[in-house]
């Protein structure tokens, strides 16, 4: 299930050099395009509506756009297993589907710069759910691709390096986007004007191309053998129950544990997250301070605290990173019930952005590692698509109410109780700890 612990004569300075092999430096870039359209979907989508008037309530409900994240595993075997006629002959399974989904991505952003939420929400709404489609699409061939890449050793490397990415691409999807909005709209930069977030929608679909680019400059990872189809119930065998047999199979009763725990891993961060956007601007905070503070500095905290996490994680075991990181998540929260009552004030804003960014990498490189490990490279882009699906759907349906509670009982007792939601995380952690079928630590 979990690899073993490094030798101890595996140096710290043998640890760092594996973020400049080339496995390393292509998921990084890789990252930045997975990482892009999800914060144009979900984070910076709720800054604008509530920015243009929306209802917290129904920023809330429209946060279940980000469900198609957690139903990807439905479509996964597909993309496991499906060629796409003439691009996948030349370009291989997973490069053929990381291509089509990231021109999904593109076609939607461009459909999202064009629509005016002020005047309606439908066509922003179809529009961002293409965008989730297509970018969990990304998700799935991606992840394949990055497990095939690499043995079980490197999985921890692999995935800070895809964090950075991811969070370099929420800098500019996060700051990058309210900067060029503000430079549009000029001196005036509060209040919704429709040009100006037109513009940087337009200049983040533009921005998908790193990751088309590096696609095409990237090698297609040996393919694991997969067993011929005789016909077509065989194919579907294959595709849609093999996968999950197989980790059934291998992990028995115990899977009911793993399972559980990754249904609430990052309960705590996602359900918080939704109204984090509105809650800046009715604060009083401008596009300048939220995207100097929470969308560029807080991200490179994020990166500081997902090489931390990868590099705990590689020498002292995934483990105890994982508890370590489900700790701080929940504490983190509690500093925005602070900031709440405290008021507008930028320090206080950097304070509380740092340590819950730094407490949100460590854990998410150290989860992505122990989702990694559960999977069988037979079945890499299925299983693993399921694993990380049910991370979401739960957080993301309950998220949708956040907006309600938020109304009812204000900001601080919601970001009070986003915190105590992690207490059962830290349960399953030490279950699923006690419990593993073979010791990691």
Same mark, same amino acid.
């Given at each position: 299930m979990t690899e073993k612990t490094p030798p101890a004569s595996f140096s710290w300075l043998a640890s760092w050099r594996i973020y400049l092999q080339p496995a390393s430096l292509r998921m990084l870039l890789l990252g930045f395009a997975a990482g892009l359209p999800l914060l144009l979907v979900l984070g910076?989508?709720?800054?604008?509506?509530?920015?243009?008037?929306?209802?917290?309530?129904?920023?809330?409900?429209?946060?279940w756009v980000g469900l198609a994240y957690g139903f990807k595993w439905v479509w996964a075997p597909l993309v496991d297993r499906l060629p796409i006629p003439f691009f996948t002959h030349r370009l291989g399974r997973r490069r053929s589907w990381l291509l089509l989904s990231q021109s999904m991505v593109m076609i939607g952003l461009v459909g999202m710069a064009i629509s005016d939420p002020s005047q309606t929400l439908g066509p922003v709404v179809w529009c961002a759910l293409l965008v989730a489609f297509g970018s969990a699409t990304q998700d799935i061939a991606l992840d394949a691709f990055r497990i095939e890449s690499a043995d079980p050793k490197q999985q921890a490397a692999l995935a800070a390096s895809y964090q950075t990415g991811y969070r370099l691409a929420m800098i500019w999807a996060g700051?990058? %986007?309210?900067? #060029?909005?503000?430079?549009?709209? *000029?001196?005036?930069?509060? &209040?919704?004007?429709?040009?100006? $977030?037109?513009a940087a929608y337009l200049v983040m679909a533009a921005s998908m191309s790193v990751g088309c680019i590096t696609v095409l400059m990237s090698k297609e990872p040996v393919p694991a053998e997969l067993p011929p189809a005789r016909n077509v119930k065989e194919w579907l065998q294959g595709a849609l129950i093999a996968p999950f047999a197989d980790f059934l199979k291998r992990y028995k009763w115990q899977a009911v544990l793993i399972l559980s725990l990754i249904a609430v891993y990052r309960i705590s961060d996602v359900v918080m997250g939704i109204m984090a956007n509105p809650f800046y601007v009715d604060m009083g905070y401008t596009k300048a301070e939220v995207a100097t503070v929470t969308? %560029?500095?807080? #991200?490179?905290?994020?990166?500081? *605290?997902?090489?931390?996490? &990868?590099?705990?994680?590689?020498? $002292?075991?995934?483990?105890?990173?994982?508890?370590?990181?489900?700790?701080?998540?929940?504490?983190?929260?509690?500093?925005?019930?602070?900031?709440?009552?405290?008021?507008?004030?930028?320090?206080?804003?950097?304070?509380?952005?740092?340590a819950d960014n730094l407490a949100s990498g460590i854990a998410s490189a150290a989860f992505i590692a122990y989702l990694s490990s559960l999977t069988n490279v037979q079945y890499s882009a299925t299983q693993y698509a399921l694993l990380s699906s049910m991370m979401l759907l739960l957080p993301k349906f309950i998220a949708g109410f956040s907006g309600d509670y938020v109304n009812a009982h204000g900001y601080a007792d919601f970001f009070t109780a986003t915190a105590w939601l992690g207490l059962p995380v830290l349960v399953l952690v030490g279950l699923a700890w006690h419990y593993q079928p073979s010791a990691q630590d």
């Open positions: 910076t989508l709720s800054f604008r509506l509530r920015e243009a008037g929306i209802d917290r309530s129904t920023i809330g409900y429209l946060s700051a990058g %986007v309210l900067w #060029v909005a503000a430079w549009v709209q *000029g001196d005036n930069a509060t &209040g919704y004007v429709h040009a100006a $977030w037109q969308k %560029v500095y807080g #991200v490179l905290m994020t990166l500081l *605290g997902a090489f931390i996490g &990868g590099v705990m994680a590689l020498r $002292w075991g995934v483990m105890r990173i994982l508890m370590l990181g489900a700790v701080l998540s929940a504490l983190s929260n509690l500093l925005f019930a602070w900031l709440s009552g405290y008021g507008h004030d930028v320090n206080a804003l950097i304070a509380v952005v740092s």
